[in-house]
């Protein structure tokens, strides 16, 4: 075997089975003895691995794989102290004051280098919701052991019997709950290993000493069974998913590096759960009352996450329903304290006041604010953007002429995630669900698509259908959910033979 030393500039690497992508100079310049080069086949990246992030990734799964082999001599109430643990150290002031201290630093840095921390701050909220997320692991009944069935024979009998998966991958991006969010997979007998974003780096280095690891150790669980990825380095994620130690890789943040994770992941022999592209839709039906549509469109602008809506299709050409869009927006963006932002497609404008066109306003960006109209034209086939807005709500309006329609431009635009249908019709709300290419659907706001809000347990990320839809599983990905299935066969008769 030859291994790979160095690379020429202009040199050039298969992938695709008959494409070819070349090594630039910088590419060339930077790659040492020892490096890796991981070739995406889906797109040619060439995505360059340092040696010592390379150990850095290898040495944090191979601790949790260390650790998996170790959980099946673990009792499930060491599992629940470590929650109960976890949990305690979060809520004890001296113990998180030096979680908070690395937290106002990494937030502080970012800010310093124009990025925006909207998920990043660890709020008095956040914690809280931190807290009691270990508390509901805590009082999670214990999966792995447990019978889903049994069949019985004449003189022997067969059961189905939950197990842990593995080691469970995370790339996330710099929201810090997901640190008791994600662990909630060791209740199920998995154990779990970490990539976070660097601008939250130091926030996760603190959780992990002050909070996390003392846990691990006061349960009695083994070394390992949590284990952060300590690097900065975005080649980090690259490498970790590129590990065939991982039984399941998980990544949540922009939709494409999570696409490219996803990739490289799969190129590994490695399943994945992916959570990036998010914006929800609603479709407002000719049956919608207006005052309901407002608070539901007020309602679904809270705030930006992968559930906020972003697409808003209006079937027939009701003027009213438009207003009542336009109010809704226009509430959030009070709610907020700031200025709305409202793409809109040929079809829809005369629908909307021209004062929208020419009137100039502060949109908040990452960067601050930014002058800016307060409506601008969007092309009809771009109904799928996302918006990845701070504190202006922002959001496409389109006009279309029915149901099917919508749920057509839905299939084939949207990452396929969650859609909503504001109509009083429960005919048309039928056929709605039966037609739209969604995980996720209602009749009402889209912010409910949230494991916690929804189903009472920690989520650790949302899959869209953009890549297809889930094997035996729902869109929600949780703790609980991440198990296989082992069958055990118990013999009475010793005469039995095929």
């Not at 979060?90 to 113990?95: C, E, I, N, P």
């Not at 067969?158 to 640190?179: Q, S």
């Not at 199920?188 to 691990?216: K, M, Q, Y």
């Not at 009352?289 to 079937?315: A, E, F, G």
């Amino acid at each position: 075997m030859t291994l790979l030393d160095a690379l020429t500039p202009n040199m050039p690497i298969p992938y695709g089975g008959n494409q070819v992508a070349y090594v630039s100079d910088e590419l060339a310049d930077a790659f040492k003895p020892g490096d890796r080069l991981v070739v995406v086949q889906d797109t040619g990246d060439l995505l360059h691995i340092p040696a010592p992030v390379w150990s850095v990734a290898s040495g944090a799964v191979g601790r949790a794989a260390g650790a998996f082999s170790a959980m099946g001599s673990t009792t499930d109430e060491q599992v629940t102290a470590y929650y109960t643990e976890f949990a305690a150290r979060l809520a004890d002031d001296k113990s998180f004051a030096h979680i908070r201290a690395a937290n106002d630093a990494d937030v502080a840095a970012a800010r310093a280098r124009g990025k925006s921390t909207t998920r990043l701050v660890l709020s008095d909220t956040m914690r809280s919701d931190m807290i009691a997320g270990l508390d509901g692991w805590a009082e999670t009944p214990a999966l792995s052991g447990s019978v889903v069935e049994q069949v019985d024979h004449d003189g022997w009998s067969v059961r189905l019997v939950r197990a842990g998966l593995g080691v469970v991958g995370f790339v996330f991006e710099g929201r810090p709950n997901v640190f008791a969010d994600a662990t909630g997979v060791l209740r199920a007998g998995n154990t779990v290993v970490f990539r976070i974003g660097s601008d939250a780096l130091g926030t996760a280095r603190a959780i992990v000493e002050h909070a996390l690891d003392p846990a691990i150790a006061a349960a009695g669980l083994p070394e390992g069974a949590v284990s952060l990825v300590d690097s900065p380095a975005r080649s980090a994620g690259w490498a970790m998913f590129s590990n065939s130690r991982l039984s399941l890789a998980v990544a949540r943040g922009s939709g494409g590096a999570v696409a490219q994770l996803g990739s490289v992941a799969r190129q590994a022999g490695v399943p994945v759960s992916l959570h990036g592209t998010g914006g929800a839709w609603i479709v407002v039906g000719p049956g919608a009352d207006p005052d309901r549509l407002r608070r539901v469109i007020q309602h679904s602008l809270d705030r930006k996450v992968c559930n906020t809506l972003n697409t808003v299709c209006v079937v027939g050409d009701r003027t009213d329903l438009v207003l009542a869009v336009l109010d809704g927006l226009e509430a959030a963006a009070k709610e907020l304290g700031t200025n709305p932002k409202l793409h809109v497609t040929e079809t829809a404008r005369r629908y909307v006041p021209e004062a929208w066109f020419t009137t100039l306003l502060p949109i908040n960006r990452a960067e601050g604010d930014v002058i800016e109209p307060k409506a601008a034209p969007i092309a009809a086939d771009r109904l799928g953007d996302e918006w990845e807005w701070e504190q202006s709500p922002e959001m496409t309006l389109a006009m279309v002429e029915s149901i099917d329609e919508a749920v057509t431009l839905f299939n084939t635009q949207s990452p396929r995630f969650a859609a909503s249908l504001i109509d009083t019709d429960s005919g048309r709300q039928e056929r709605f669900f039966a037609g739209i290419d969604s995980p996720f659907v209602g009749d009402g706001f889209t912010r409910w698509v949230d494991g916690q809000y929804a189903l009472d347990r920690p989520e650790l990320g949302l899959s869209n259908w953009q890549f297809g839809r889930l094997f035996a599983r729902g869109g929600i990905l949780s703790g609980d959910s991440v198990f296989t299935v082992r069958t055990r066969a118990t013999q009475t008769d010793p005469n039995l033979r095929r």
